[in-house]
């Protein structure tokens, strides 16, 4: 597989064309910018492929003149003070630079401390590392972000840690003194874009595609994979390949042996119809490595052609290979208002759909969400509201390792499967000044007596207890409720540097078990993306 990436990269730094676009330093969504400017109507932006292309980003939401406008004007007049200070509130703290290439260095540190009120449970987090980036004329970028980390977690993460053996979003784990973990990761990439219509990317990260809060498709709540893709923007058009590989932890392995791989590879066809619509297409299937009857598998080459459809060339193959399918759209009502919304198809057979009996295989998921800006007249005020559905045994396949999942967790929703959720957020902006509010409600079914009810996306959908009769929310009842309130201040724009402090209240119950959580927190950290604990 890492033999076919570079053999892709290798032809597309081949083509000799006028360069554009540079890959945007992807950065946590509620500090990076307002989300207002890339919703504007009439605007050719596609909002839906995260992270972004810079230029795009600076045409859309002018981030050089915001960059300029957050400065702070150091008190020294010159010298070393007021280089310093420029340092830390101003700029990256190391640049080199001319007018054909540009190298940034930057430190990565997260310090958290947290107190669970409630259960006299103390958690905190070291981070340290470093970020370097940078470009080699107006073609050619890099970056690459290195993270050592040991930590401890309250009570609800810690669980789910030791369930599925990885740190949530951040890979596996060592032990570190008693109830510590030791635990570190490496991302990067390297991007060429030969003209204004093309974008090759190689590299070892996320991807996001939605207007949401959550993806249905595709998201970003998992440990970084390796991935080829490829961005192909014409007029109003932008189609996205990506190939890549991922892990599976599930089951057990001996000695030095490797964790048994599978592969994935996804079309996305993203449009902006009208000045106020956009729609995406999405496709994707999921294959194992090794097959029982042949052996070895590998990346298999009929799924590389980047303009066909999936589940045609699925069914011409004779293959049991997780192929999975999709719709997202955005709308946007007025100047300051966009409702977005997506659909999954994992299965579907519209007989069963009307005959009433509620089959098992229509695997579906749904979300409508909206997000309003400048709330009330209030500028930089925001609020979005977002709801997601997803049927029992979405995501999961057959054989287990062609489930839609890495490294123990799902390529989609964080909680898998078998679900009702309601996400609420109201954000303000002031200055370097931000204000976060998050509440949460979900609803979902766990499983229970050993029976799998279809929340476990890791788990074979051939072990369910029944085919007809299948409700959302089946198995054991579980309510959710999650709500934060964050203030942060942002010490250095450049790479996201924050200070940050709040409150987190969590309760989870059934006919089993009631957790609740009153947790305070403090941390100093360059918040350069979103892990996400709210499950």
């Not at 030095?256 to 066809?269: A, E, N, P, S």
Request: glycine share 8%.
């Amino acid at each position: 597989m890492h033999k076919l990436f570079v053999m892709l990269l290798l032809g597309a730094l081949s083509c000799i064309v006028q360069g554009q676009p540079l890959i945007q330093r992807s950065t946590h969504p509620d500090y990076f910018f307002n989300e207002k400017y890339i919703y504007f109507p009439g605007l050719n932006f596609h909002t839906s492929v995260r992270p972004y292309l810079s230029d795009e980003i600076k045409k859309a939401a002018g981030t050089d003149t915001i960059y300029a406008a957050s400065l702070i004007t150091p008190p020294y007049a010159s010298g070393t003070k007021r280089w310093l200070w420029n340092k830390l509130f101003n700029e990256d703290l190391i640049t080199l630079k001319n007018e054909d290439y540009k190298f940034v260095f930057n430190p990565l540190i997260n310090f958290e401390l947290a107190n669970d009120f409630n259960n006299s449970d103390k958690a905190w987090v070291n981070t340290r590392g470093f970020m370097a980036e940078g470009n080699i004329g107006s073609r050619f970028a890099f970056a690459t972000r290195f993270y050592e980390n040991q930590a401890t977690f309250v009570d609800y993460i810690d669980k789910e840690i030791r369930r599925t053996k990885v740190i949530p979003g951040q890979g596996s784990y060592k032990g570190f003194n008693q109830n510590g973990y030791d635990f570190s990761r490496v991302e990067g990439y390297i991007s060429y874009s030969p003209d204004k219509y093309f974008n090759f990317r190689f590299g070892h990260g996320r991807n996001f595609w939605g207007d949401g809060y959550r993806s249905l498709i595709l998201s970003d709540v998992h440990f970084p994979y390796p991935y080829f893709m490829i961005n192909t923007t014409i007029w109003r058009i932008r189609y996205v390949n990506l190939y890549a590989e991922f892990m599976d932890k599930t089951r057990p392995r001996h000695g030095d042996q490797i964790y048994q791989k599978k592969y994935g590879t996804f079309h996305y066809l993203t449009m902006n119809l009208t000045s106020r619509l956009k729609v995406g297409l999405f496709e994707a299937i999921i294959w194992k490595a090794s097959d029982s009857t042949s052996g070895f598998r590998g990346f298999d080459f009929n799924y590389l052609n980047p303009v066909i459809f999936y589940r045609p060339v699925e069914f011409s193959l004779g293959s049991p290979d997780n192929a999975l399918m999709g719709v997202n759209a955005s709308y946007t009502l007025g100047q300051k208002t966009t409702l977005y919304g997506q659909v999954l198809l994992d299965e579907l057979k519209v007989k069963e759909v009307f005959s009433g009996k509620k089959w098992w295989g229509n695997k579906q998921a749904v979300q409508l969400g909206i997000k309003s800006f400048d709330v009330l007249g209030v500028n930089n005020l925001s609020l979005q509201v977002e709801y997601n559905y997803i049927r029992p045994y979405t995501y999961s396949h057959g054989e287990s390792i062609q489930n839609y999942g890495h490294y123990n967790q799902p390529l989609a929703h964080p909680l898998g499967a078998n679900l009702r959720e309601i996400l609420g957020f109201l954000k303000y902006r002031q200055e370097r000044w931000f204000f976060n509010y998050q509440i949460q409600f979900v609803k979902y079914g766990a499983d229970t007596n050993h029976l799998n009810y279809g929340k476990d996306i890791f788990r074979s959908y051939n072990d369910r207890p029944f085919d007809y009769g299948i409700k959302t929310g089946q198995g054991l009842s579980t309510t959710l409720w999650r709500q934060e309130f964050r203030i942060s201040w942002m010490i250095n724009p450049n790479y996201n540097f924050l200070f940050s402090t709040g409150i987190m209240w969590r309760s989870m119950s059934n006919i089993k078990e009631t957790q609740k959580l009153m947790m305070g927190f403090v941390s100093l950290s360059t918040a350069l993306e979103k892990l996400y604990y709210d499950f």
